[in-house]
């Protein structure tokens, strides 16, 4: 829950009140004074309030907030203006919200731009802590007195007024009236902040004090909110680019590799999803897609032809290769159509990935992110002046380019995205295997498939190597014996007859279009039946090797064996002449030995079917007869047909359950029997009043303890991201029983045992928010899965009565009642509530360290800090920022804390045990 101090201001500067100061400043008072220095607002606060020209009857609301870094300024009367000011440049961006326009190092604002009311503040009301110090400066200059009476309460807080009278000689009379908490009331919840503190200043200005003329200028700021930074205020909105700016270009990391998918939405929802393989040592940029879409926004390509899956550019020999998901479809020159290519006098080069997302010519300049951003995330924004578009690149730690998106100027209208997820593998590799079918022709005339030993290797050295690298070997040897596209080669393994290894080398034709100008000799290029030719010798004089890169630069050359040469499939030459006289006397021997065995079985098979036909003929007689027998003595025997005989078997039917009177405790119904309240589980029914543990004093381990046990609602990890999801609950406030409750999703009765929440792990693998949560119970894989994304688990005991008041704050509080004190838990509990590995709110704080990163390591994570902001909760308090004995007023906001010693001694020493239920 956010609490907040908030003063609502009663301030209305009556004519009364105009007329009491400057009587007050007719006749002063002979003692002065000056105002406490401790009214200055410390870095970082968040205040809102207005000024107010009761002269010209006009006001203006004002929010400020400043931290280490910024300082943000915001003035909203019919419109809002904003001035983000960075603390260490000094540089302010003032944003017009009207025109969505932003001009970079403009002037800061003035609070007041009254020039006598500046000239007395030391010039400077930029802001709500510089107007303070104006004011501590003035109150040394020109010291005054505190106005005597009753104090004033504003908002809930007892009030002190300074004022100053500056009787001008030459200009006019300035009245000067600070208001300011004392250091006696009520002390703010936050511990950021702490009385004295300032709430308002208004400065009036006469002709001369003794005069009964009208005010000549009357300004007051008044302010009547102070909070902590949530983080993100100084977030420019898209679309939204300062200038002038200093620019530079954009200092994103250079790809020499990059595996991942790209997501291109043109901010109509129309996306295209593309997998992509980039690699300058390999010189190949290949893009997949799902063979719908006729263009590749990434890159500008248009005109596709249907049905292409893979579009793969070959900067190595100057090609571009259309596939679809098994056939090559077309092959062409690189033109310089697509944003990949650079063509520089007349030699087409691949142009880096970086400046193939974002363009060359565009100016980038940082901005700040938004409070939803990652940790780490930079914002970089162009402005692109020839479509008056905005260009916004997401950036991450280490200057990985994570997304891009274009808005338009002074919009937040998206034109269009592009998302990028690095991967470290990719199955796009594969697609180089279809590429040879582009040199496949028409018509095949040539045998283009060779074989070949290699000498002293096997299977097992091929595999040790790897294909990929064996293939890219053979590539790189073979371009020894002339020139070739590697893309034209395909190379097979297998084992040979001399349990060796035999290379199946596969060279495709020449294409027939000339590539671009990459530095590839397309001339010198030779044909496959010369490249096999020019081979074949080199092989023959022992002079070609296949070259295997090993670790630390070495080379293993592996030898072919030139005797094995050959083309494949081999030319088989048919030498049948005929069957020998030795064969044709074998083959008349066995024939006559078949021809006397089938016979013989025959004469068998005969034989032995009439004895075995005899013999089941005889059964079956027998068979028959003894059936029709045993029926005819069975209808003898039976007697005549009666009613009593269709009846149904005994357990044919079930009937249905039997309820006694004496158990029907419900009524004499069975819909009234199964309505009713069933006993809890260990009773027997009927007997309400004797549970069976009673009965069989032997099991009373069994639930012994049910009218005791302690109940806690499950609350599962993927229940509270959908809650964070749906806004039912801010990741950046802390949640506790309140704030479930709060949501009206939950329900929790103490009144029937039930203590809390139990957070378990269901959606533990994937919940992605750094929250602090406090729950009753907790697993420890669901602490696991929280404090990886960063965030903070606490288990925290509840008696009954505070319970009853965290569930319900809205009823308590409408019933007067004082904030109870959260007592200890029962010594049962204790153990649980102490441990550290529980994350008990009990535990030593020093403990709490070790117990996460002991986790860390258990479940295999990388251990990191908590990422959310901490606000701790005494062990004794209910509600964050609200102390025991507290009474809080919902009708007048206000909350009403302990200042009698007695009453907060008797709250503070209510420490006991919960023995309720032990």
């Not at 970079?104 to 303070?132: M, W, Y």
């Not at 190595?316 to 998901?325: D, M």
């Amino acid at each position: 829950m956010r609490y907040l101090i908030t003063f609502l201001l009663l301030i209305s500067p009556t004519l009364a009140q105009d007329n009491d100061v400057r009587g007050l400043c007719k006749n002063p008072p002979a003692h002065t004074q000056t105002i406490t220095s401790k009214i200055s607002i410390p870095a970082p606060y968040k205040t809102s309030g207005s000024v107010t020209n009761w002269v010209q009857s006009s006001t203006i609301l004002l929010t400020e907030t400043t931290t280490a870094t910024y300082r943000v300024l915001s003035l909203k009367s019919k419109s809002e203006d904003r001035w983000i000011t960075n603390v260490a440049s000094n540089l302010t961006n003032y944003i017009n919200t009207n025109n969505r326009s932003c001009v970079g190092e403009a002037k800061p604002p003035q609070l007041i731009e009254n020039p006598r009311f500046l000239t007395l503040l030391h010039g400077d009301t930029s802001s709500s802590s510089s107007l303070v110090t104006g004011l501590i400066a003035l109150s040394n200059e020109h010291p005054g007195f505190l106005k005597g009476g009753e104090p004033e309460v504003v908002g809930g807080m007892e009030t002190v007024t300074w004022i100053s009278c500056i009787d001008g000689i030459n200009e006019t009379s300035v009245a000067v009236e600070v208001r300011f908490t004392g250091e006696k009331t009520v002390h703010p919840a936050r511990k950021s902040f702490d009385n004295p503190m300032f709430v308002s200043v208004r400065l009036t200005e006469y002709k001369s004090f003794n005069g009964t003329e009208d005010a000549v200028s009357q300004i007051s700021v008044e302010l009547d909110r102070y909070d902590l930074p949530e983080g993100g205020e100084d977030f420019v909105d898209h679309g939204i680019v300062c200038l002038p700016r200093n620019t530079t270009a954009l200092p994103m990391k250079a790809f020499d590799e990059f595996t991942g998918v790209l997501s291109y939405g043109d901010g109509q929802g129309n996306r295209e999803v593309f997998e992509i393989l980039y690699s300058t040592s390999k010189k190949v940029l290949i893009i997949s897609g799902d063979g719908s879409n006729k263009k590749i926004s990434f890159i500008n390509a248009t005109g596709l032809p249907t049905g292409i899956n893979y579009l793969i550019h070959d900067f190595a020999h100057g090609y571009e290769f259309l596939l679809s998901e098994n056939t090559c479809v077309k092959i062409s020159p690189l033109l310089n159509t697509t944003t990949d290519v650079v063509v520089n006098n007349g030699t087409v080069t691949m142009k880096q990935f970086a400046r193939i997302i974002a363009d060359n010519n565009l100016e980038f300049a940082p901005y700040p992110t938004d409070s939803s951003a990652d940790k780490g995330t930079k914002i970089y924004r162009a402005l692109n002046d020839i479509d008056k578009t905005v260009i916004e690149a997401e950036l991450d730690g280490e200057f990985n380019l994570v997304a891009m998106r274009t808005y338009k100027q002074g919009s937040s209208d998206l034109v269009s995205t592009l998302k990028i997820a690095e991967s470290h593998s990719s199955s796009l590799t594969r697609r180089f295997d279809h590429i040879v079918d582009c040199f496949q022709p028409d018509s095949i005339t040539l045998n283009k498939t060779w074989t070949m030993d290699v000498k002293d290797k096997t299977m097992k050295d091929v595999y040790g190597v790897g294909l990929d690298t064996m293939t890219a070997a053979i590539s790189s040897s073979l371009n020894t014996v002339g020139v070739i596209n590697s893309n034209r080669i395909s190379a097979f393994w297998t084992e040979s007859s001399k349990e060796g290894v035999t290379l199946l080398l596969r060279v495709n034709e020449k294409s027939e279009i000339p590539p671009a100008a990459v530095g590839f000799d397309y001339e010198k290029e030779l044909e496959t039946k010369d490249f096999f030719d020019k081979l074949n010798a080199t092989i023959a004089s022992n002079q070609w090797k296949i070259k295997i890169p090993k670790a630390g630069e070495k080379i293993e050359e592996w030898t072919v064996d030139a005797s094995s040469v050959s083309s494949f499939p081999q030319k088989q030459q048919s030498t049948f002449v005929g069957y020998t006289g030795g064969s044709m006397f074998v083959l008349g021997i066995f024939t006559l030995i078949l021809g006397v065995c089938i016979g013989a079985g025959g004469v068998f098979f005969v034989v032995k079917k009439q004895r075995i036909s005899t013999l089941a003929y005889q059964m079956a007689q027998r068979a028959v007869t003894s059936a029709k027998e045993r029926a005819l003595r069975i209808v003898e025997e039976a007697s005549r047909l009666r009613l009593q005989d269709v009846r149904d078997n005994v357990g044919a039917r079930t009937s249905g359950r039997q309820v006694r009177k004496a158990n029907n405790q419900a009524g004499h119904t069975q819909g009234a029997l199964e309505r009713a309240a069933k006993p809890p589980l260990g009773w027997i029914w009927g007997d309400f009043f004797r549970p069976w543990q009673r009965m069989f004093p032997g099991e009373r381990s069994f639930n012994a303890d049910i009218n005791i046990r302690r109940e806690y609602i499950p609350l599962s990890l993927i229940e509270l991201a959908r809650l964070i999801d749906l806004g039912w609950i801010s990741k950046k406030r802390p949640i506790d029983i309140s704030a479930l409750c709060a949501t009206q999703k939950f329900s929790v009765n103490p009144r029937i045992r039930q203590y809390g929440f139990d957070l378990t792990a269901e959606g533990a693998d994937d919940f992605p928010y750094a929250v602090d949560i406090e729950v009753q119970y907790a697993s420890q894989s669901a602490i696991a899965a929280v404090e990886r994304a960063g965030g903070r688990v606490r288990t925290a005991y509840y008696d009954t009565l505070a319970l009853e008041a965290a569930v319900d704050p809205r009823s308590w509080f409408q019933k007067g009642l004082p904030v109870p004190v959260r007592r200890a838990p029962p010594p049962s509990l204790l153990p649980y509530y102490s441990d550290p590995s529980n994350r008990g709110y009990l535990c030593n704080v020093e403990d709490l360290e070790a117990a996460r990163k002991k986790l860390a390591d258990l479940r295999g994570y990388l251990f990191t800090e908590t990422s959310v902001p901490q606000e701790e909760k005494e062990v004794n308090q209910v509600f964050y920022g609200i102390p025991a004995g507290a009474v809080v007023s919902l009708a007048d906001k206000k909350v009403f804390a302990a200042t009698n010693s007695h009453h907060s001694a008797y709250y503070n020493s209510q420490r006991l045990s919960d023995k309720s239920f032990t």
